[in-house]
């Protein structure tokens, strides 16, 4: 946008005539030995500067009184309008093309960057809006998961904390019940009936508390929190650690463990890479027919990797919910319609596992089984170096837990 839209156009007409005036009486105050090739360059100036500030035609008109002031005050003969030699109109029209020309060209860069701004100012504003919209959409489909987590908590609380308290009262309304009959008359519970009452209580505080224990893991990953205590270990040693806790689930099935020979070792949380073993053998165990097997691989991915695989010969899990096993609450959002691989729990148990594998600098996903049957949950450790053994911390005030783990 030119200068002239912003200042009123007599201004810049006045203002360079009177530049031209000024420029012309303190030259000739200097007297004769001014030549007229400097009073034209000083003259020049002043249309360059108004062609800048207020646009061509106000320069244009200073170049006009500038040749009439050139030649009544500088070209002889002086005071009058005459030209006597040749040359002299041709310095009086170079200088009015330069002149006017150049005060064109001034005028034409002015505007030129005026639009340039005009147009930044257009796109700035522009990002601006597109970056409000945004952050509007951004909030929107936070909102949306925000909706969504909170019915996945609902859900969960509903089914994993309220199925376990409901037997914790059931079991001591009955023994209380049991109590105020003893006192009256024979008591209808005999020893063995208040054992299994007391068991099943018991047995609820438990999940209850792993219940809570696997909440504050989750949060604890995804504050960034989860702190590692890594050191020197193999992963057979990791494995033997997780079926041992796991003994008791896998009654029911045979337990494969293939390894391969010569695995170095990894510099990695022993407690930590055998609570994802855990998980996964876990899994297996619950979403497999009794007596069938559970495939657990250890192998070199490459020269940097250590790949370990848990395998089971299940009804599977469909490619496209592949990825989405893997968030938190998934099990208990049970949008997917799918009852044959969501039974009961919150579906924590792989959230966590994720989070640790990937606090370690690998990655874990999900394949088919073996000829089609089944699934394989494959996660990809590196096996670390000596540098990073130096710059671990030799002790982790806050040891990491994981929910359901001895401590």
């Not at 469909?318 to 096993?325: I, Q």
Request: aromatic share 6%.
């Amino acid at each position: 946008m030119p200068r002239s839209t912003f200042k009123s156009p007599p201004v810049g007409y006045i203002l360079g005539v009177v530049g031209i005036a000024l420029v012309t009486a303190v030259l000739k105050l200097l007297g004769a030995s001014i030549n007229s090739t400097t009073v034209a360059l000083a003259m020049l100036l002043v249309v360059l500067f108004v062609a800048a500030s207020w646009g061509s035609r106000p320069a244009v008109v200073a170049s006009v009184f500038g040749v009439f002031c050139l030649n009544f005050f500088f070209l002889p003969p002086i005071h009058t309008l005459d030209i006597a030699q040749p040359d002299n109109w041709i310095a009086l029209t170079a200088f009015l093309i330069t002149a006017v020309t150049a005060g064109e060209l001034s005028a034409r860069v002015t505007r030129r960057a005026a639009e340039a701004e005009a147009a930044r100012q257009e796109i700035e504003r522009l990002y601006d809006e597109l970056r409000a919209a945004f952050e509007r959409a951004s909030h929107a489909e936070a909102l949306r998961q925000s909706e969504k987590l909170k019915s996945a908590l609902l859900d969960a609380v509903t089914h994993d904390l309220r199925t376990p308290l409901t037997s914790i009262k059931a079991s001591v309304t009955t023994l209380l019940d049991d109590l105020k009959t003893s006192a009256t008359q024979q008591a209808v519970l005999d020893d063995e009936g208040r054992k299994e009452m007391l068991e099943v209580i018991n047995e609820e505080c438990d999940r209850l508390n792993r219940f809570i224990e696997g909440l504050v893991e989750l949060a604890r990953i995804e504050a960034g929190e989860l702190q590692l205590r890594r050191r020197w270990g193999t992963i057979e040693e990791m494995i033997e650690m997780a079926l041992a806790r796991a003994n008791p689930l896998v009654a029911q099935h045979p337990v494969q463990v293939d390894i391969q020979s010569d695995l170095p070792v990894v510099l990695v949380d022993a407690r930590a890479v055998s609570e994802v073993i855990y998980t996964l053998v876990d899994n297996a165990a619950k979403y497999s027919p009794r007596g069938t097997a559970i495939h657990i691989t250890a192998s070199r991915a490459n020269e940097e990797m250590i790949r370990t695989t848990v395998e089971d010969r299940g009804a599977g899990i469909a490619p496209e919910l592949r990825e989405r096993v893997f968030d938190k609450f998934f099990r208990a959002i049970r949008d997917d319609h799918s009852s044959r691989i969501l039974p009961s729990g919150t579906g924590m148990g792989l959230a966590i596992a994720k989070g640790i594998v990937d606090a370690h600098g690998g990655r874990i996903w999900i394949e088919s089984g073996d000829k089609g049957i089944g699934s394989r949950v494959v996660f990809e450790l590196p096996i670390g170096d000596e540098e990073e053994a130096n710059d671990s911390p030799m002790k982790v005030v806050n040891e990491p837990t994981f929910a359901g783990a001895k401590k």
